[in-house]
């Protein structure tokens, strides 16, 4: 059981949480912060990262199921899980179902008080499962993934205050660019590949040096947007100088992965992003707390 429920957190990527979940922390930061102090209630933060956890651990068993034939034929991909038959399809998709199950439960432990994450985990999931098909027919597939994390804040601040306000939306938004950006950059492995078979991503479209363009322009969105929310709320010092940290980790981002050496993108996707996420949470939280 140990080496199954190993392979199945490997087959997910269940580290890479802590790519969306910062986020989402975030968006339950500021909306617990009032000028009369911090409102704290226990169940509203178990619920989000409950929430989190199983919400992204059924959109990539889903993906991961969808997706598995495709992954066999592409080199790069094909000693994953269940094209070498290291998972099987049934215990895979029990896990999506039961996933999918413990995501709709989670949101329970915000009533009676709020209905909405209630109401709104089964759209919700509907997105997130759907980005899986997204590529076989559009090249915005990028932003589809995007959104998808993207509702991470907003959908905290909603799970806490029971409403939307700009403040989240800035920071989703800036999600949206930030995540669609990187998934480019991902996608430049796999350019070639796509072309061949049919898939629709940025690369396939418009090529490898062209497609590294666009990433950085939804990067340069990522810190406009970040801005708005800082003006919004709004924020102090430690935000603005954890911003420009988040700029200067972005441009080395961007200098790592080069039309003709495509090698360290996964040092730029996995290594640097999940210092950005990270650290916009420490500091949204440092400049919240010493208010």
């Known amino acids: 059981m140990g080496s199954r429920l190993g392979d199945i957190l490997g087959m997910i990527r269940f580290s890479h949480t802590l790519f969306a979940l910062p986020f989402a922390l975030l968006g339950a930061a500021l909306a617990s912060w009032t000028p009369e102090g911090w409102v704290f209630r226990w169940r509203d933060w178990l619920g989000i990262v409950l929430a989190m956890v199983t919400a992204r651990s059924a959109a990539m068993a889903f993906n991961r199921l969808v997706d598995r034939e495709i992954d066999a034929a592409n080199p790069r991909t094909a000693t994953r899980h269940l094209p ?38 089964a759209p919700v999931l509907g997105w997130l499962l759907g980005y899986s098909y997204a ?76 497609a590294l363009n666009v990433a950085a322009g939804c990067h340069g969105l990522m810190l406009v947007m970040l801005a708005g929310l ?36 996964n040092q730029a996707f996995f290594h640097v992003n999940v210092l950005i996420s990270m650290g916009l949470l420490m500091v949204g939280v440092v400049d919240l707390v010493s208010r």
Request: charged residues 15%.
């Open 135 to 210: 590529k076989r027919w559009t090249a915005g597939a990028h932003f589809w993934l995007g959104g998808a994390l993207g509702f991470a804040p907003v959908a905290a601040w909603i799970a806490i205050r029971g409403d939307v306000a700009w403040p989240p939306v800035w920071l989703g938004l800036a999600v949206l660019c930030w995540v669609a950006g990187f998934d480019i950059l991902y996608a430049c492995q796999d350019a070639e590949f796509d072309r061949r078979v049919g898939l629709r991503s940025v690369p396939a479209w418009l090529g490898v040096p062209r």
């Open 230 to 265: 800082g003006l919004s709320y709004p924020m102090g010092a430690a935000y603005w100088a954890g911003l420009a940290l988040v700029a200067g980790l972005l441009v080395y981002e961007h200098w790592l992965v080069r039309p003709d050496d495509l090698t360290r993108v």
């Open 84 to 121: 070498t038959g290291r998972l099987s399809v049934g215990l895979v998709a029990w896990f999506t179902v039961w996933s999918s199950l413990l995501f709709v439960a989670s949101t329970c432990l915000f009533l009676p008080r709020n209905p909405w994450p209630l109401i709104l985990s």
